[in-house]
Structure formats: structure tokens, C-alpha cells
Nanobody
Framework: QRQFVESGGGLVQPGGSLRLSCAASGFTLDSYPIGWFRQAPGKEHEGVSCINVRTGVTYYRESVKGRFTISRDNAKNTVYLQMNDLKPEDTAVYYC????????????????WGQGTQVTVSS
């Protein structure tokens, strides 16, 4: 059974940093592109970043470019999202999932959402 476990969220002040982890089980991450998505209060899910784990090709939505970095550790079967210079508008529940990625965006594939991890940016 394919599963993702998100972790690393928390409460930080504006300008702070967090590193989110997405640990996969039941399959190897390089089998599919992996995306990070988020759902802010009162808003729909939106794609944040994605990575083709096998090739290393990445995508970032415009609002996080230069602040967020997606990466992977194949030995740990884990994808990370390093988030720097966090802003209040980054507050959301963050999810990872298999994704379809292209220049200009990403969309979720596969089954339903996992548990996610809460990121709160507030002074």
C-alpha cells in the first residue's frame, strides 16, 4: 500500500524557516513525480512545488520562488521542502502526493489526501 507521512510543520514568526519531510512507504519515490500542495484557511488546495525524483527536474509556484527548495534523499525514500523567509500567507496545511508536473504548474494524481502537516506563520 502506498503511503505518505508528512512532518516538520510548526509555528514560526515571519522570516523564519521550516523543513518539511515527506516519507514514502510501499513504493520508491523515484517511481513518480512528487508534489507539495497546501490548503490555507478558507481556500482550496494549491500546488506549491514538485520534483521528478528520478531526473531532479523541479517546479515552484511563483509566490515561493527563491524562498522554498524541494529536494529528495533516495536512501531515506524521503522528499523535503525547505521553506525560508516564511510569510503569513504561507500558513496552511501542507501535503505531499504523487503529481503530474510541467513548466507552469502541477496537479495531483492518485488517491486521496494524507494527513498533512500544519504550518503557521504568525508574529
Amino acid at each position: 500500500q502506498r503511503q505518505f507521512v508528512e512532518s516538520g510543520g510548526g509555528l514560526v514568526q515571519p522570516g523564519g524557516s521550516l523543513r518539511l519531510s515527506c516519507a514514502a512507504s510501499g513504493f520508491t519515490l523515484d517511481s513518480y513525480p512528487i508534489g507539495w500542495f497546501r490548503q490555507a484557511p478558507g481556500k482550496e488546495h494549491e500546488g506549491v512545488s514538485c520534483i521528478n525524483v528520478r531526473t531532479g527536474v523541479t517546479y515552484y509556484r511563483e509566490s515561493v520562488k527563491g524562498r522554498f527548495t524541494i529536494s529528495r534523499d533516495n536512501a531515506k525514500n524521503t522528499v523535503y521542502l525547505q521553506m525560508n523567509d516564511l510569510k503569513p500567507e504561507d500558513t496552511a496545511v501542507y501535503y505531499c502526493a504523487t503529481a503530474q508536473c510541467w513548466d507552469g504548474g502541477l496537479s495531483k494524481t492518485g488517491g486521496g489526501w494524507g494527513q498533512g502537516t500544519q504550518v503557521t506563520v504568525s508574529s
